[in-house]
């Protein structure tokens, strides 16, 4: 089994990226009856693109045959694609080695759909709701409240007179 860990400088002692398409490394781990038997750390050379790097991201990854990714969030577009390549998505915090672990050894499980973040972490499209979909720039709680800002609905955390 072939498993890639969004890292920071990568390797087992390593922490987890809390993201996926924009982390600085991959550690890619060999494991065999849940064991690791190796691991290897990998550039994510996409990471500076300006769009599509969850699309980049992606397909790398399946290039790389992985059966398994850790991260801390996946974006909407690179989750599908994990999806229909039939590898799993594993959300995961802390040492790479603990995550690596708990997953083979059932404490993690892939996550679906409602589980995908969205961009740099916000929610996914598939969360709408407001108390979710109004959070702004400026860390606003829920209904979007403060100075300048209108509260409530979906379009709260707009500017007056936008």
Request: net charge positive.
């Amino acid at each position: 089994m072939k498993i890639a860990v969004a890292t920071i400088k990568g390797g087992l002692d390593d922490v987890v990226s809390p993201v996926l398409a924009r982390c600085e490394t991959f550690t890619l781990v060999e494991v065999e009856d849940k064991q690791i038997q190796g691991s290897e750390i990998i550039e994510n050379t996409h990471r500076e693109g300006t769009s599509g790097v969850g699309v980049q991201v992606g397909q790398m990854l399946i290039n790389m045959k992985v059966n398994a990714v850790i991260a801390g969030n996946f974006g909407p577009n690179v989750f599908e694609m994990l999806k229909q390549a039939g590898i799993e998505m594993i959300r995961a915090e802390g040492s790479v080695r603990e995550s690596i672990m708990k997953y083979l050894n059932g404490e993690l499980k892939p996550i679906d759909r409602g589980e995908a973040s969205g961009r740099f972490g916000g929610p996914s499209d598939t969360q709408t709701d407001s108390n979710v979909y109004n959070r702004g720039a400026r860390g606003l709680n829920r209904g979007g409240q403060g100075p300048g800002w209108r509260g409530g609905g979906r379009r709260a955390g707009r500017r007056w007179g936008r």
